[in-house]
């Protein structure tokens, strides 16, 4: 009869160095703690790029000091300190994850979490259009053709109702719904999983129903692909799909790095100056301090008079 081992699994050896399939180990980690495709997508590029750093460089510890020569690549890149802080708090969150799991030792990864960003002097702006240059923008896609009437639809929503590129891409037929007697997108889950309702203008409703017309749209997601030949097909869209529309339509009013986040940006300021109350327009973005702002302020969110019915991006009478 053979003994039970009364052994128990040892865990991993913690190591100074790390390969490549420990680093993605780690990797996998960090975004499975994270539930936001927005996040998800940035942490995965910025420790690609960090991956790609360190195993081109000879075998060197990941520890502080390699971090901080990180740091040092990075700014000999000349990049924004408000990028490279985004960049070096994902090795942080690396560290902390190869850590948990194992791999790496308790001590160089304390260290690697002291390593300090750098100061950001002054305020980025970021990028907004004018209401004609938005005007124009949505404007431009050919609505004789089924691709130009898709990408009215969607550009008429970046930019009236502020959605993330990933809130475009899970949109379905069933989120559109009317709300005291005015369309809305209900129940949209945004980032961290916050869910919202967004006001809809009748302008933009129209867009949208032209395309879903057309398409032959009954139920599911309402962007499709379009096929060369002009049919729909598919289940849905990417969110690449929409960065690619915004850059080939804002590249034919002459306008360059244009980001469909520029757009959000440009609903809320195009909403403010149009007399938006702030609060509202927090509601319609569905920024995370709304439900704080709600509490303090007792406010409700006004869905027959919404903020963004008429911002001077809508078609004239």
């Not at 703690?33 to 195993?55: K, M, N, T």
């Not at 009437?149 to 550009?155: F, G, I, M």
């Not at 469909?260 to 920024?287: K, N, S, V, W, Y």
């Amino acid at each position: 009869m053979k003994r039970k081992s009364t052994r128990k699994q040892k865990h991993p050896a913690a190591k100074s160095v790390l390969r490549l399939p420990d680093l993605e180990v780690a990797k996998s980690s960090v975004l499975n703690s994270l539930s936001c495709p927005d996040a998800q997508r940035g942490y995965r590029h910025a420790i690609d790029e960090f991956v790609d750093w360190y195993c081109s460089e000879p075998r060197l510890s990941f520890s502080k000091t390699v971090v901080v020569r990180y740091r040092m690549h990075l700014e000999s890149r000349h990049l924004d300190p408000g990028t490279i802080n985004l960049r070096l708090g994902a090795v942080r969150r690396l560290a902390y994850e190869a850590a948990e799991c194992g791999l790496l030792s308790a001590d160089l990864a304390a260290g690697i979490r002291r390593v300090k960003g750098l100061k950001k002097l002054g305020v980025r702006l970021g990028n907004w259009l004018t209401a004609e240059q938005g005007h124009a923008l949505w404007q431009a896609p050919d609505t004789e053709r089924l691709k130009g009437r898709r990408d009215r639809a969607l550009l008429g929503l970046l930019l009236a109702c502020g959605l993330r590129r990933h809130e475009v891409a899970e949109l379905t037929v069933d989120h559109l719904q009317q709300r005291e007697g005015h369309w809305a997108i209900v129940d949209l889950s945004g980032k961290a999983g916050h869910v919202r309702t967004v006001p809809v203008p009748d302008w933009v409703h129209s867009q949208l129903s032209a395309w879903i017309m057309a398409a032959g749209i009954e139920s599911r997601k309402v962007f499709r692909r379009v096929s060369s030949a002009g049919r729909p097909w598919g289940e849905g869209v990417a969110e690449k799909l929409v960065w690619h529309v915004v850059k080939e339509f804002a590249a034919k009013i002459g306008v360059s790095e244009l980001a469909p986040h520029d757009l959000r940006r440009t609903c809320a300021r195009l909403c403010r100056a149009a007399g938006g109350e702030l609060e509202q327009i927090q509601f319609l973005l569905g920024h995370i301090s709304v439900q704080t702002t709600e509490r303090y302020l007792g406010c409700t969110q006004r869905i027959a008079s919404a903020v963004n019915d008429r911002i001077g991006i809508e078609p004239a009478l």
